[in-house]
């Protein structure tokens, strides 16, 4: 089945302990992109990448980081978490050429 | 201002009756239009892809985008209580690039 993958679906972590979130994708597709979701503000991309080792800043990278080393995954890191990323996150993934964008199910992290 | 607007809602209607929801936008750079459907919880699920203006259909799904207005339509007929959720329109300006959500439609269909 193809599908984009996010583990862990939940999260309740501490301010300032190191953690990632993986994304994986069986599509064969080129792009990948993190998204965060908040009451009010809506989906917003945080990074995304083109292809294996380009990324670049979305509309909200303070405080994350990515990698792109193989086409189908793409982690999302958050080396020091602070509760205002408190949030539902979502990793997507699209061909180049569009088609539109297939989203995983969700990471619902807390932050205390 | 929002570089996508979208209502709200939440919009209620009666089983069978056709759901209508809108965007508007402002950046007359985007070309590519899509509609996701979110449940409560769940990763959004792309329900229409359109290029350009024009209408699209998939059944009982249409799309219909005016760029000249800068303005995308989804209309779904025979709703049924399974189409309640969250309706989010997004756009981008490049086939594979990023995208550019409106805040979301939650619709009800009441039995």
């Known amino acids: 089945e193809a599908q984009v993958t996010q583990n862990p679906r939940y999260l309740i972590t501490v301010t300032g302990k190191k953690l990632t979130v993986t994304c994986s994708q069986n599509m064969n597709h080129e792009y990948m992109s993190w998204y965060r979701q908040d009451p009010g503000l809506g989906l917003r991309q945080i990074y995304y990448s083109m292809n294996v080792e380009v990324t670049d800043k979305g509309d909200v990278p303070e405080g994350y980081k990515v990698s792109r080393k193989e086409k189908r995954n793409f982690p999302l890191i958050l080396e020091s978490p602070s509760p205002n990323q408190t949030s539902l996150y979502f990793c997507?993934?699209?061909?180049?050429?569009?088609?539109?964008?297939?989203f995983g199910s969700g990471t619902r992290l807390t932050v205390v | 201002q929002k570089e996508v607007e979208q209502d709200p809602g939440p919009l209620s209607v009666p089983e069978g009756a056709i759901v209508s929801l809108n965007c508007t936008y402002s950046?007359?750079?985007?070309?590519?239009f899509m509609w996701y459907r979110q449940y409560s919880r769940k990763g959004p699920e792309l329900l229409m892809y359109?290029?350009?203006?024009g209408n699209k259909e998939d059944g009982r799904f249409t799309a219909q985008v005016d760029k000249s207005s800068k303005y995308i339509s989804l209309f779904i007929r025979d709703s049924q209580p399974s189409d309640s959720a969250t309706y989010l329109c997004?756009?981008?300006?490049?086939?594979?690039?990023?995208?550019?959500f409106g805040g979301g439609t939650r619709v009800l269909v009441k039995p």
């Open positions: 950046n007359s750079a985007f070309q590519y």
């Open positions: 359109t290029y350009s203006s």
């Open positions: 997004a756009m981008s300006v490049a086939a594979g690039n990023k995208l550019t």
């Open positions: 997507a993934s699209s061909f180049n050429r569009g088609g539109g964008y297939t």
